[in-house]
């Protein structure tokens, strides 16, 4: 049990206003394993208002860049000492397999922090060019000012560093809004922001339900929102943000295809390619290759070997080292997830494997599962499951391929498979989506633009376009001389 009284604002702990309390709930054991407190809207606005002075009147964003890169690299270095604390935390609360957890999403958050330490230093920051009548410009990239950073609980400290990296090198400050259902990562997070000296108000951390987070949207201390969850809440993110005429970044939804090309081979380690791409972290992953697309000459191969690999995983104790995938966050999400499946069965799809619980006596597992006869128009090719469930899909021939992934209201993620990788990469670049990795089951890299067309989003993250998006463009003219 690990409770918390206080919240992080202004670099210190901070006696809530309120008296809620947020309960996290294991979705192992099913049991209460930590309180923190409920922000409430006066907290809310005293973090924008930590946010705002340091902004306005502190040190940080009138830092050099490098001065502001060394204090980033030693928050990364901070979080890395931490590993043990954040794995431990993060399995409790989020269920993630602990022996994953270090090379998995504390690894990738590191990665965050430090790509940014090099790409700041990389980034041109002020483009001077020659105007009319002789004058010279100098054409800067500031800062935008106060962010609130909204992070979903599917891998909260590996997004959360996607939002904090650029925004804190760029000279920004942040007030964090954690998830509900996984916050007590947080509080080492604050640590660690604590460890390596970033300014007072630079982060503030607020634990809040969706009232309280609406607020801050709102709040007019608040320049940019940066939100990654549901296409339905970013909807109404970006209603507030474009009322208000403010900047907002939405990384949402998506039903990412992965395109199996003719001459792939239906061999045990590309099989679990596949099945990764749609099953990783329990399928709870917004790029997750939920949609597979096979040739129909080998498509009976695929769907069958697709099940043999995903009937084998390993589901169970999130403590126990052989554990492959963990529970589902929460009993709504598991409804959810089984709602999708008997939806699957009722419009024609095959159950190959999986589609109950696994015979465990606690936790909200649900088995991995294949549907083979999938149709693009039924309802698990079109909607987001958000669980370990994948679809596959025969074609006859590349165009119609493309044309099945192409047909969706989603445009955030997709994967080719092939042994021709220029042809590959010819496949992917007529895939609408932000995003196409060829012959891997992953389609994100710190050091590239991450985000998506279509209901998956507005803007992007990862890479220097981040610091793009953080930051807004000054020209100051100079006269001729």
């Known amino acids: 049990m690990r409770s918390f009284e206080r919240l992080f604002v202004g670099g210190q702990w901070r006696v809530p206003s309120g008296d809620g309390v947020l309960e996290v709930v294991s979705p192992a054991s099913e049991e209460v394993v930590g309180r923190v407190p409920a922000a409430s809207k006066e907290d809310a606005a005293a973090a924008v208002g930590s946010a705002r002075e340091a902004f306005d009147s502190g040190p940080w964003p009138r830092m050099s860049v490098a001065e502001r890169v060394e204090r980033v690299r030693a928050f990364a270095d901070a979080i890395a000492q931490r590993t043990d604390e954040f794995a431990d ?93 996984t916050p007590l990562h947080t509080y ?61 970044t939405l990384e949402l ?110 936790g909200y597992y649900v088995q991995p599962t294949v549907f083979g006869d999938v149709d693009n128009r039924m309802t698990i090719a079109r909607e987001e499951i958000f669980g370990p469930v994948a679809a596959v899909l025969p074609y006859d021939g590349e165009e119609q391929a493309i044309a099945i992934a192409n047909d969706s209201d989603y445009g955030l993620a997709g994967a080719v498979y092939t042994r021709e990788l220029a042809h590959g990469e010819s496949v992917a670049g007529r895939i609408r989506t932000g995003a196409v990795a060829v012959n891997s089951p992953g389609a994100t890299d710190v050091y590239g633009p991450f985000g998506g067309f279509k209901q998956s989003g507005i803007g992007r993250e990862g890479g220097p376009e981040a610091l793009e998006s953080y930051t807004e463009l000054q020209t100051i003219l100079l006269p001729k001389q």
């Open 253 to 362: 939804g998506g039903k990412s295809a992965a395109i199996v090309l003719d001459d792939f081979e239906v061999t045990a380690a590309n099989v679990k390619m596949l099945v990764t791409g749609a099953m990783v972290n329990s399928g709870q992953v917004c790029a997750a290759m939920s949609r597979v697309l096979v040739p129909r000459a080998m498509y009976q191969d695929v769907v069958e070997a697709m099940g043999q690999v995903a009937s084998s995983l390993r589901v169970g104790d999130p403590l126990d080292a052989s554990t492959e995938m963990g529970p589902l966050i929460s009993q709504r999400q598991r409804e959810r997830v089984e709602r999708y499946i008997k939806i699957g069965v009722e419009q024609g799809a095959s159950l190959v494997t999986g589609g109950g619980r696994p015979q465990l006596e606690r």
């Open 89 to 181: 935390v993060l399995c409790a609360e989020q269920g993630l397999p602990r022996h994953a957890l270090p090379g998995g999403q504390i690894a990738k958050a590191i990665a965050n922090f430090t790509a940014y330490t090099r790409i700041a230093e990389e980034f041109g920051w002020v483009d001077t060019r020659p105007g009319s009548a002789g004058r010279t410009l100098r054409v800067r990239r500031v800062p935008v000012g106060v962010v609130a950073a909204i992070v979903p609980w599917n891998a909260p400290l590996m997004v959360a560093s996607m939002k904090l990296a650029p925004a804190l090198v760029a000279g920004n400050t942040v007030v964090l809004k954690p998830p509900v259902e």
């Open 188 to 248: 080492v997070l604050a640590e660690a922001a604590l460890a390596a000296g970033l300014p007072a108000g630079v982060l503030n951390i607020v634990p809040a339900g969706p009232e309280v987070s609406e607020l801050l949207v709102r709040d007019p201390g608040v320049d940019e929102v940066s939100f990654t969850g549901s296409t339905v809440v970013g909807r109404q993110v970006g209603a507030i943000c474009g009322g208000e005429l403010k900047r907002c």
